[in-house]
């Protein structure tokens, strides 16, 4: 099984910080992703990228950027954040664009 | 934008029950996953439909993806409190046979079964 890890289970920031979340995968997959779950509102894409260095958005990327610099490894940036940033963010990785997905435990960030 | 809805948003049941949980939509989807979460983790695909019509079993887990793909539903047998979760749905966008991989995921079904 694919083992996705995230650099923290649980962040606290202040508005206006620049804030990254860290995701590493193991599986050697090319595709991988950010979603943001909210009550109510299921898993909505922030960005994905299908290849090193590629990068796609998703459904809700504003205020976030993205750095894949490595196969393994797919960051999220928050430039400058914001409260309505709080969120559990999930990243995950698959095989193929059609392939199940492999999450991660999840960060929940809290901006104050 | 894909639309996925989820009913119902609550299921609160007895150990030893029968639940059905559906996904409908009014787009066309490639393929449909179900996935399970647990509180404090991320969701763990529980399996991938891929044909109209198709029916898969996973112990006391039924999931049937519509001929028209377009819904689908989860169906348990003699629910246990093991069961408690979050189920979501996700759909995987068509474009005319060429798949973008954006997964819509459904706002998702909290179940709890009470010993």
């Avoid at chain 1, 009550?39 to 590629?54: A, C, E, N, Q, T």
């Avoid at chain 2, 996904?23 to 529980?46: A, D, H, I, K, T």
Wanted: hydrophobic share 30%; aromatic share 10%; proline share 4%.
């Amino acid at each position: 099984d694919v083992k996705v890890t995230q650099s923290s289970r649980y962040l606290v920031k202040r508005t206006g910080e620049k804030v990254f979340l860290e995701c590493v995968q193991d599986m050697d997959h090319e595709n991988m992703f950010w979603y943001r779950q909210d009550p109510g509102l299921g898993l909505r894409l922030i960005y994905f990228s299908y290849d090193v260095k590629m990068k796609e958005k998703g459904d809700i990327p504003e205020g976030y950027s993205v750095s894949r610099e490595k196969k393994e490894r797919f960051s999220l940036i928050l430039e400058s954040a914001s409260t309505n940033q709080t969120s559990m963010y999930l990243c995950a990785s698959s095989l193929t664009g059609l392939s199940g997905r492999g999450f991660g435990p999840g960060t929940r960030l809290t901006v104050l | 934008t894909q639309l996925l809805e989820q009913s119902p948003q609550f299921l609160s049941i007895q150990e030893g029950e029968n639940l059905t949980v559906y996904c409908n939509s009014s787009s066309v989807f490639s393929s449909l996953q179900w996935y399970r979460q647990e509180p404090g983790e991320g969701p763990v695909l529980l399996v991938t439909v891929v044909t109209g019509g198709e029916v898969k079993k996973l112990k006391r887990l039924t999931f049937q993806f519509g001929d028209a793909r377009k819904d689908s539903s989860l169906h348990i047998t003699a629910a246990q409190p093991g069961d408690t979760g979050l189920y979501l749905c996700a759909g995987d966008a068509w474009a005319g046979g060429t798949s973008y991989g954006k997964l819509t995921f459904g706002q998702g079904t909290i179940l709890t079964v009470h010993p």
